[in-house]
């Protein structure tokens, strides 16, 4: 099967350009000036299809690097399988995701894996890949990090936040970052003290301050500004490099960008949530309402300025690139679980059918330009997880995952409208977005067009990934 998608303009991470796009089988055979004929035969006779984005974007499908499709957390589970959430990435321009494989204290680190191989095989939409959660550093789970990059997993996470669930304290830190750095494995880090939360967590509910504003107060900036600038100052010891995800406070930016000034290799990744809502709207709107905004990190405040400070982050590249956690959970049963009790509420936002539609926004008001937004959605991520050459890229050879998208369009997101994530509410009820995901095309079969969507379970494969092209 060929395929040619003519008249748009081609966008990188560095520029762009009016070029055609020839597809052959998975793979993208030929990026091409306009009317190019390929040994005297006018290509788009002799393709099987062709794709007319005249007028619009072809960009490298989107890489989401974090999300969490049916992680058990807080006595539930998150609401997207591997089927809906990777079809609602789909959807959205996004054709990988890196989700994250889970080993608990006291679990064997292989154990953890296969479990996440059997929950996505033959399930997913789009491609995808693991990072392992680390949530029980000891000599087994050290020993068993030896193996990681055999079977293409390159990154792993640790936990400085849920005492008692996936914590790791700073000696069992200390041992996974000196082991990475020996492997040449990136460090990824929820960075937020848990033990000092949880103190405030039951002082608020002692106080009877049981609203879902209140995770947002335990959960201070300085807490994630302390665990951040710890997290670094371990890396620099080890020598391991670090990449802190859902970066939200901006004290936690002005710790990475001290560490990126003083020449340490320190990349933070930030989430739509933290760009465009906030503490005072949305986790402290009325009554429960707040739930469906309790994720952690927390939304910050707007009067302190962190959303801005983000968008600066992502124009200086003190932060690299723009992930979604995506980690739905339903009102009805879910969310529900913290009525009278923020600290019970799960935490997590559903956003992965969104990200490029939101992230698209800031183009058009601005804050970043047409090429960062392909850099801080598609490229970097291969870059920073092992994927770029075969994602990240519209070139010969790179896998087909191409988004066609219409500058001219229009999406409105919210339940009944562009809403296939499995939840019953979004977070982003609303949102209108100049722009619109036309075409979507992984690994050159087209998943989603203007008929409506065309994708199906066990398309998507498992992408073995190499090291960090970040690693020096
Ligand atoms: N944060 C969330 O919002 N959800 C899942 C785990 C996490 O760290
Ligand atoms: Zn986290
Ligand atoms: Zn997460
Ligand atoms: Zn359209």
């Known amino acids: 099967m060929t395929t040619l998608i003519t008249g748009g303009t081609v966008v990188s991470a560095t520029g762009r350009t009016q070029a055609d796009v020839l597809v052959d089988g ?43 499709m049916e992680l058990p957390f ?31 204290a006291g679990e064997r680190v292989q154990d953890g894996l296969a479990a996440w191989h059997a929950k996505a095989a033959g399930q997913c939409a789009v491609d995808y890949s693991f990072h392992q959660i680390i949530g029980g550093v000891d000599a087994d789970s050290l020993a068993a990090m030896d193996s990681l990059v055999d079977e293409g997993i390159t990154s792993f996470k640790l936990f400085m936040a849920y005492p008692g669930v996936f914590y790791s304290d700073d000696a069992q830190i200390l041992r996974a970052m000196q082991k990475s750095a020996d492997l040449g494995l990136l460090t990824m880090m929820h960075a937020e003290n848990g033990p000092a ?21 335990a959960r201070a900036w300085q807490m994630e500004a302390e665990a951040t ?81 983000m968008w600066q982050g992502l124009r200086t590249n003190d932060l690299q690139m723009v992930s979604t956690d995506h980690c739905p959970f339903c009102m009805k049963g879910q969310k529900e679980l913290g009525v009278g009790d923020f600290s019970k509420i799960p935490n997590g936002i559903g956003s992965v059918e969104h990200r490029m539609d939101l992230m698209y926004q800031g183009v058009v008001t601005g804050e970043i330009t047409l090429e960062r937004w392909v850099e801080i959605t598609s490229t970097t991520p291969a870059r920073m997880f092992g994927m770029y ?44 977005i100049d722009g619109h995901v036309d075409v979507v095309l992984s690994r ?9 969507y065309h994708g199906r379970p066990g398309h998507g494969q498992f992408v073995k990934r190499g090291l960090s092209q970040y690693l020096i």
């Open 74 to 104: 807080g006595g539930t589970a998150a609401s997207d399988t591997f089927e809906t959430g990777t079809r609602a990435a789909a959807w959205g321009g996004t054709t990988t995701i890196v989700d994250f494989a889970v080993q608990r």
């Open 229 to 309: 600038h710890r997290a670094i100052m371990l890396g620099h010891l080890t020598g391991a490099p670090l990449y802190v995800v859902h970066v939200s406070a901006k004290q936690a930016v002005e710790q990475l960008a001290i560490a990126r000034d003083r020449g340490q290799n320190v990349f933070g990744e930030t989430c739509p949530q933290y760009l465009y809502l906030s503490l005072e709207e949305h986790l402290g709107a009325p009554g429960f309402e707040g739930a469906k905004y309790v994720c952690s990190t927390p939304l910050r405040s707007r009067a302190e300025g962190h959303q801005d400070h």
């Open 26 to 68: 998975e793979t993208i055979a030929a990026v091409l000036s306009p009317g190019s004929t390929l040994l005297g035969h006018d290509l788009a006779v002799g393709v099987d299809r062709v794709i007319d984005a005249t007028g619009k974007y072809v960009v490298p499908g989107g890489i989401d690097a974090h999300t969490h």
């Open 389 to 432: 050459g075969r994602k990240g890229v519209i070139a010969p050879g790179a896998d087909a995952d191409v988004v066609v998208y219409d500058p001219q369009g229009h999406t409105s997101i919210g339940l009944g409208k562009t809403h296939h994530m499995s939840m019953d509410h979004s977070a982003w009820e609303g949102f209108e």
């Open 197 to 217: 939360i949880d103190v405030l967590v039951e002082q608020l509910l002692a106080q009877g301050k049981t609203d879902p504003y209140y995770h947002g107060v």
């Open 444 to 452: 050159g079969s087209v998943l989603v067009d203007e008929a409506g």
